[in-house]
């Protein structure tokens, strides 16, 4: 079996702002990288900021990665924490400039569909026997909760308020399991889960940006998310995405840190 690539999509928050997130697939493997935004100015690792940096560097390691998934995954760690001593250019402030980011991969192995993720990416399976979740099934609730708490309207104006700086720096000081420049860490922090596959199977990764549409937004269930993506693809789901942002800019109805994140997903049929 092999993974054919139907549709895949990507867009930045915002035009003038680098998109840090990084979509692929290869005939055995796929995946998605969610880059956490930077809170401060770029110097770490030069002129680019750390999310985009840590982005562009996994995407290349999982380009060139093969076999299992776990093999693929550690490849990956390694290759970014290799590349990441070639091009550190200074000590991090703290360990909030350090470059991190969510991540989900799948791969096919014999008869099962392997997933490994950290983070908050999603990854969607519709097979005949239903629709599923093969990452933990997504709530926003706390982060929602953090967002209110800053005050009406925090989001509208970006990461970048002071006080949503101050918060989300805070927050990284706390351990937590993300892909990073340490491969130690990123391996003890991966999880993996399995499940059967047949060929017509369905596989979509995203990013939490567009998956927003169900555990944000509650647009649709997964079941309704499938049956639009199958009937109107995945443009006409970032149409959907972000009007509703547009609509609840000031990010009163629903409380945020972004007006719009990034927002990634890939859609596959297994073969």
Known sequence: MHFDLIQSLSLAGKPEVPNDDRIGCADQHAW???????LGPPGLLGERGGAAWLAAAAQRAFHGASGALQQVCESVFVAVATDYAQAQRREPVAAWELPRA????VALEGAELSCAYMGDCVVLHRSAQGIGFLTPEPDREAERAEAAALGPGTGAFGVRTPAVVADRRAARERPKAVLSIDAQQARDGTRYVRSAVSVGDEVILMSDGFA?????????DPAGFIAQLEAHGLAALAQTLRAIEQ?????????RFKASDDASAIWLRVA
């Open 32 to 38: 998605v990288i969610d880059g956490a935004t930077d």
């Open 102 to 105: 969510a991540f989900a991969a």
């Open 212 to 220: 927003a549409l169900f555990d944000t937004y509650d647009v649709y």
């Open 247 to 255: 609509e609840d800019a000031a990010c009163l109805r629903y409380p």
